[in-house]
């Protein structure tokens, strides 16, 4: 089945540093990839996406790079800031087998990220 | 704000009870998704509703039922209730059926303990 897994938090950095979050998928075919992130005591609110390989997902300094040939979607961060600490997740979405049925959404467990000031 | 509204935000009950948390989707959403969100499992989709018929069941137990209303807020109903299903339950909406890519607004969630 289909499946993410997310390198274990959590992740404590001093502001201004870079971040990765690793991030790799189990999935037939050709899924969509997603990247979540939920601030304290809020749902999850969708981040970026990118909808076939090699295509990058963009915003608000965050980027992550859709990479078949490795089954990845790191996010990456050139310069995080205090407001960026949250738990992000990584998913995937994929049709159905057999084709019935509604698209769902995989997440891995999550990452905690702290920034330090 | 996601624009979804779940109520109660916060749920203390005993083993054996019966509970019922309620989601009002983005206006003009016809989509509901459920999922708990707990810390050895991480977030599970339970169940899929779009204008009030079921699309899609997930790691749902049978103690557990859903339902869309004709107004389009669901409410998922948790019985028989054990210590395991102490949990973070989130709804979800979108726009359209669940086919494809499409972005979801997640509510702030339930949080239920169970003693």
């Known amino acids: 089945g289909n499946s993410v897994t997310q390198m274990e938090g959590p992740v404590t950095l001093s502001e201004e540093a870079f971040l990765t979050i690793n991030c790799t998928y189990t999935?037939?075919?050709?899924?969509?990839l997603f990247w979540y992130v939920q601030y304290p005591g809020e749902g999850l609110q969708l981040l970026l996406k990118?909808?076939?390989?090699?295509d990058k997902g963009s915003n608000k300094g965050f980027e992550a790079t859709y990479r078949k040939e490795t089954t990845s979607f790191h996010l990456e961060k050139g310069s995080v800031q205090v407001s960026d600490s949250a738990v992000y997740f990584c998913?995937?979405?994929?049709?159905?087998?057999?084709?019935?049925?509604?698209?769902?959404?995989?997440f891995g467990k999550g990452t905690k990220l702290s920034v330090i000031p | 704000d996601s624009g979804v509204t779940q109520t109660p935000k916060h749920l203390i009950t005993a083993t054996g009870q019966r509970v019922t948390l309620r989601c009002s989707p983005r206006?003009?959403?016809?989509?509901v998704y459920w999922y708990q969100q707990s810390l050895d499992q991480g977030l599970q989709f339970l169940i899929h509703?779009?204008?009030?018929?079921?699309?899609a069941k997930g790691n749902i137990l049978e103690r557990f039922s859903a339902q869309q209303f004709p107004d389009l807020h669901s409410e998922l109903n948790l019985s028989s209730l054990e210590l395991g299903d102490s949990a973070l339950y989130f709804c979800?909406?979108?726009?359209?059926?669940?086919?494809?890519?499409?972005?979801?607004?997640f509510g702030s969630g339930t949080q239920l303990s169970v003693l």
């Open positions: 998913a995937l979405r994929k049709r159905p087998e057999g084709g019935a049925g509604s698209y769902q959404l995989t």
């Open positions: 990118a909808t076939k390989a090699d």
């Open positions: 979800a909406s979108s726009v359209s059926s669940g086919q494809g890519v499409e972005k979801l607004f």
């Open positions: 999935a037939t075919g050709y899924p969509s």
């Open positions: 509703y779009y204008n009030g018929e079921e699309r």
């Open positions: 206006s003009g959403d016809l989509s």
